[in-house]
Protein backbone atom coordinates (compact mmCIF):
# COMPACT_ATOMS: atom_id res chain seq x y z
CA UNK A 1 0.00 0.00 0.00
CA UNK A 2 1.74 3.60 -1.24
CA UNK A 3 1.13 6.10 1.47
CA UNK A 4 0.25 10.07 -0.18
CA UNK A 5 3.73 12.21 0.46
CA UNK A 6 3.31 14.94 2.80
CA UNK A 7 5.69 17.72 4.83
CA UNK A 8 4.50 17.47 8.51
CA UNK A 9 5.53 20.28 10.77
CA UNK A 10 4.88 22.24 14.31
CA UNK A 11 2.95 20.23 17.47
CA UNK A 12 -0.48 20.08 18.86
CA UNK A 13 -3.84 18.59 17.05
CA UNK A 14 -3.60 17.34 13.81
CA UNK A 15 -4.87 19.68 10.80
CA UNK A 16 -4.28 18.21 7.48
CA UNK A 17 -4.71 20.39 3.99
CA UNK A 18 -5.24 19.31 1.21
CA UNK A 19 -4.71 21.21 -2.27
CA UNK A 20 -6.63 21.37 -5.50
CA UNK A 21 -6.63 20.54 -8.73
CA UNK A 22 -3.18 20.74 -10.43
CA UNK A 23 -1.71 21.88 -6.89
CA UNK A 24 0.24 20.22 -4.41
CA UNK A 25 0.97 20.44 -0.71
CA UNK A 26 4.25 22.79 -1.09
CA UNK A 27 0.86 25.91 -2.50
CA UNK A 28 0.23 25.92 1.17
CA UNK A 29 3.48 26.54 2.80
CA UNK A 30 3.32 29.90 3.64
CA UNK A 31 0.07 29.04 5.27
CA UNK A 32 1.41 25.98 6.98
CA UNK A 33 4.19 27.43 8.65
CA UNK A 34 1.80 30.10 10.32
CA UNK A 35 -0.51 27.16 11.18
CA UNK A 36 2.11 25.06 12.53
CA UNK A 37 2.78 27.26 15.15
CA UNK A 38 -0.36 26.58 16.79
CA UNK A 39 -1.17 22.78 14.99
CA UNK A 40 0.68 19.98 13.85
CA UNK A 41 0.14 20.55 10.03
CA UNK A 42 0.52 17.74 7.51
CA UNK A 43 0.54 19.45 3.82
CA UNK A 44 -0.20 16.86 1.63
CA UNK A 45 0.14 15.86 -1.46
CA UNK A 46 -2.58 13.96 -2.96
CA UNK A 47 -2.74 11.05 -5.60
CA UNK A 48 -1.49 11.73 -9.21
CA UNK A 49 -0.04 15.52 -7.88
CA UNK A 50 3.35 16.72 -6.52
CA UNK A 51 5.43 14.16 -5.01
CA UNK A 52 2.78 11.11 -4.32
CA UNK A 53 2.24 8.05 -6.48
CA UNK A 54 0.51 7.66 -10.24
CA UNK A 55 -1.81 5.77 -10.89
CA UNK A 56 -4.25 5.37 -13.76
CA UNK A 57 -7.21 5.36 -11.67
CA UNK A 58 -8.59 9.21 -10.06
CA UNK A 59 -11.73 9.23 -8.38
CA UNK A 60 -12.74 10.89 -5.19
CA UNK A 61 -13.50 7.28 -3.34
CA UNK A 62 -9.84 6.31 -4.13
CA UNK A 63 -8.91 10.02 -2.65
CA UNK A 64 -10.86 8.90 0.19
CA UNK A 65 -9.59 6.12 0.59
CA UNK A 66 -5.57 7.24 -0.05
CA UNK A 67 -6.84 9.87 3.13
CA UNK A 68 -7.97 7.10 5.48
CA UNK A 69 -4.61 4.97 4.95
CA UNK A 70 -2.76 8.33 5.11
CA UNK A 71 -4.27 8.55 8.73
CA UNK A 72 -4.23 5.07 9.87
CA UNK A 73 -0.31 5.28 9.01
CA UNK A 74 0.52 8.24 10.92
CA UNK A 75 -2.06 7.05 14.06
CA UNK A 76 -3.84 10.42 13.79
CA UNK A 77 -7.37 11.39 15.75
CA UNK A 78 -9.99 13.33 15.60
CA UNK A 79 -7.99 15.64 12.48
CA UNK A 80 -8.45 19.13 11.42
CA UNK A 81 -9.35 19.14 7.60
CA UNK A 82 -9.30 21.82 4.80
CA UNK A 83 -9.44 20.97 1.85
CA UNK A 84 -9.36 23.74 -1.15
CA UNK A 85 -10.93 23.19 -4.80
CA UNK A 86 -10.93 19.34 -5.13
CA UNK A 87 -9.11 18.84 -1.93
CA UNK A 88 -12.37 20.39 -0.69
CA UNK A 89 -14.51 17.78 -2.20
CA UNK A 90 -11.94 14.91 -1.32
CA UNK A 91 -12.33 16.12 2.56
CA UNK A 92 -16.49 16.70 1.65
CA UNK A 93 -16.67 12.42 0.63
CA UNK A 94 -14.00 11.58 3.40
CA UNK A 95 -16.05 13.36 5.85
CA UNK A 96 -19.68 11.94 5.11
CA UNK A 97 -18.09 8.58 4.83
CA UNK A 98 -15.51 8.75 8.21
CA UNK A 99 -17.42 11.36 10.31
CA UNK A 100 -15.41 10.02 13.53
CA UNK A 101 -12.08 10.70 12.12
CA UNK A 102 -13.19 14.46 11.72
CA UNK A 103 -13.65 16.93 14.15
CA UNK A 104 -13.35 20.23 12.04
CA UNK A 105 -13.83 20.71 8.71
CA UNK A 106 -12.78 23.55 6.43
CA UNK A 107 -14.28 23.79 2.75
CA UNK A 108 -12.62 26.46 0.88
CA UNK A 109 -14.19 27.70 -2.63
CA UNK A 110 -16.24 24.73 -3.27
CA UNK A 111 -19.65 22.84 -2.78
CA UNK A 112 -21.53 19.38 -2.85
CA UNK A 113 -22.85 19.81 -5.76
CA UNK A 114 -22.10 18.78 -9.29
CA UNK A 115 -19.33 20.87 -11.16
CA UNK A 116 -19.19 20.32 -15.41
CA UNK A 117 -15.84 19.32 -16.48
CA UNK A 118 -14.21 22.56 -17.37
CA UNK A 119 -10.59 22.81 -17.26
CA UNK A 120 -10.28 21.76 -21.25
CA UNK A 121 -8.48 24.96 -22.02
CA UNK A 122 -5.42 23.91 -19.48
CA UNK A 123 -5.34 20.24 -20.17
CA UNK A 124 -5.04 20.89 -24.40
CA UNK A 125 -2.19 23.83 -23.25
CA UNK A 126 -0.33 20.99 -20.25
CA UNK A 127 -0.70 18.27 -23.59
CA UNK A 128 0.75 20.68 -25.68
CA UNK A 129 4.17 20.34 -24.11
CA UNK A 130 6.46 18.40 -25.89
CA UNK A 131 9.65 18.63 -23.53
CA UNK A 132 11.91 17.68 -26.05
CA UNK A 133 10.98 21.00 -27.82
CA UNK A 134 10.30 23.15 -25.00
CA UNK A 135 13.47 22.56 -22.62
CA UNK A 136 13.77 25.65 -20.75
CA UNK A 137 11.23 27.42 -18.47
CA UNK A 138 10.76 29.95 -20.53
CA UNK A 139 9.64 28.10 -23.52
CA UNK A 140 7.25 25.83 -21.74
CA UNK A 141 5.76 29.55 -20.32
CA UNK A 142 5.52 30.90 -23.88
CA UNK A 143 4.03 27.63 -25.06
CA UNK A 144 1.00 27.91 -22.50
CA UNK A 145 0.59 31.48 -23.24
CA UNK A 146 -0.97 30.84 -26.13
CA UNK A 147 -4.31 29.11 -24.48
CA UNK A 148 -3.69 30.19 -21.05
CA UNK A 149 -3.38 34.35 -20.86
CA UNK A 150 -3.46 34.57 -17.43
CA UNK A 151 0.01 35.40 -16.10
CA UNK A 152 -1.40 33.53 -12.30
CA UNK A 153 -2.61 30.61 -13.64
CA UNK A 154 0.35 29.69 -16.08
CA UNK A 155 2.59 30.64 -12.86
CA UNK A 156 0.38 28.42 -10.84
CA UNK A 157 1.02 25.09 -13.15
CA UNK A 158 4.52 26.04 -13.54
CA UNK A 159 5.16 25.36 -9.94
CA UNK A 160 4.65 21.44 -11.22
CA UNK A 161 7.78 21.50 -13.29
CA UNK A 162 11.24 20.31 -12.33
CA UNK A 163 14.54 18.85 -14.12
CA UNK A 164 12.98 14.66 -14.69
CA UNK A 165 16.77 14.05 -15.57
CA UNK A 166 19.70 15.85 -17.02
CA UNK A 167 18.46 18.37 -19.00
CA UNK A 168 14.95 17.07 -19.02
CA UNK A 169 11.91 18.59 -17.53
CA UNK A 170 8.97 17.11 -16.61
CA UNK A 171 5.71 17.74 -14.73
CA UNK A 172 5.35 16.48 -11.24
CA UNK A 173 1.38 15.78 -11.41
CA UNK A 174 0.25 12.46 -13.71
CA UNK A 175 -1.04 14.72 -16.45
CA UNK A 176 -2.63 11.48 -18.40
CA UNK A 177 -4.66 10.81 -16.04
CA UNK A 178 -5.99 13.76 -15.42
CA UNK A 179 -6.40 14.25 -18.89
CA UNK A 180 -8.38 10.95 -18.75
CA UNK A 181 -10.43 11.01 -15.70
CA UNK A 182 -11.02 14.86 -15.65
CA UNK A 183 -15.00 14.53 -15.30
CA UNK A 184 -14.24 12.77 -11.70
CA UNK A 185 -13.52 16.11 -10.49
CA UNK A 186 -16.87 17.56 -10.75
CA UNK A 187 -18.96 14.61 -9.01
CA UNK A 188 -21.20 15.48 -6.75
CA UNK A 189 -21.88 14.15 -3.13
CA UNK A 190 -23.75 11.37 -2.62
CA UNK A 191 -27.42 11.99 -1.28
CA UNK A 192 -28.60 11.46 2.32
CA UNK A 193 -24.16 11.93 2.97
CA UNK A 194 -24.38 14.32 6.07
CA UNK A 195 -21.61 15.28 8.10
CA UNK A 196 -23.22 16.91 11.44
CA UNK A 197 -19.86 18.46 12.95
CA UNK A 198 -18.73 21.87 12.75
CA UNK A 199 -18.18 23.01 9.30
CA UNK A 200 -16.58 26.31 7.35
CA UNK A 201 -17.27 27.06 4.04
CA UNK A 202 -14.96 30.03 2.46
CA UNK A 203 -16.21 31.42 -1.17
CA UNK A 204 -14.27 34.07 -2.62
CA UNK A 205 -15.52 37.58 -3.15
CA UNK A 206 -15.30 37.23 -6.54
CA UNK A 207 -15.36 33.77 -7.36
CA UNK A 208 -18.67 32.17 -8.71
CA UNK A 209 -18.22 28.11 -7.15
CA UNK A 210 -20.19 28.60 -4.59
CA UNK A 211 -23.28 30.92 -5.20
CA UNK A 212 -26.21 32.20 -3.13
CA UNK A 213 -27.96 28.67 -4.40
CA UNK A 214 -25.41 26.14 -3.45
CA UNK A 215 -26.96 26.96 0.64
CA UNK A 216 -29.85 24.70 0.62
CA UNK A 217 -27.15 21.98 -0.53
CA UNK A 218 -24.71 23.07 1.65
CA UNK A 219 -27.20 22.65 4.94
CA UNK A 220 -28.51 19.48 3.55
CA UNK A 221 -24.80 17.95 3.88
CA UNK A 222 -23.62 20.20 6.55
CA UNK A 223 -26.27 21.06 9.19
CA UNK A 224 -23.93 22.49 11.70
CA UNK A 225 -21.92 25.31 8.63
CA UNK A 226 -21.02 28.75 8.59
CA UNK A 227 -20.11 30.67 5.31
CA UNK A 228 -17.73 33.38 4.87
CA UNK A 229 -16.96 35.64 1.80
CA UNK A 230 -12.81 36.25 1.48
CA UNK A 231 -12.69 39.81 0.42
CA UNK A 232 -10.58 40.98 -2.79
CA UNK A 233 -10.46 37.25 -3.87
CA UNK A 234 -11.14 35.17 -6.73
CA UNK A 235 -11.10 30.63 -6.37
CA UNK A 236 -7.17 30.80 -5.42
CA UNK A 237 -8.55 32.79 -1.77
CA UNK A 238 -6.03 31.40 0.14
CA UNK A 239 -3.06 32.86 -2.44
CA UNK A 240 -5.10 35.87 -3.04
CA UNK A 241 -5.78 37.15 0.72
CA UNK A 242 -4.12 34.54 3.07
CA UNK A 243 -4.26 37.48 6.04
CA UNK A 244 -8.43 37.34 6.40
CA UNK A 245 -7.81 33.24 5.25
CA UNK A 246 -6.09 32.82 8.21
CA UNK A 247 -7.75 35.13 10.47
CA UNK A 248 -11.09 33.13 10.02
CA UNK A 249 -9.76 29.82 9.60
CA UNK A 250 -7.49 30.31 12.96
CA UNK A 251 -10.47 31.76 14.76
CA UNK A 252 -12.39 28.44 13.51
CA UNK A 253 -10.02 25.54 14.64
CA UNK A 254 -8.77 27.45 17.74
CA UNK A 255 -12.45 26.93 19.58
Request: no cysteine; glycine share 6%.
Amino acid sequence: MEILHSNISGIGRPLLILHGYFGMGDNWKTLGSQFSENFEVHLIDQRNHGRSFHSDEFSYELMVEDLYNYIQHYQLEKVLLIGHSMGGKTAMFFSVFYPDLVDRLVIVDISPREYKPHHHAILAALNSIDFSIHNSRELVDEELSILIPEFGIRQFLMKNIFWKDKGVLGFRFHLDSLTKNNPAIGEALPMNAPYEKQTLFLKGENSDYITQNEELIIDAHFPENKIVTIKNAGHWLHAENPEQFYTVVFNFLKN
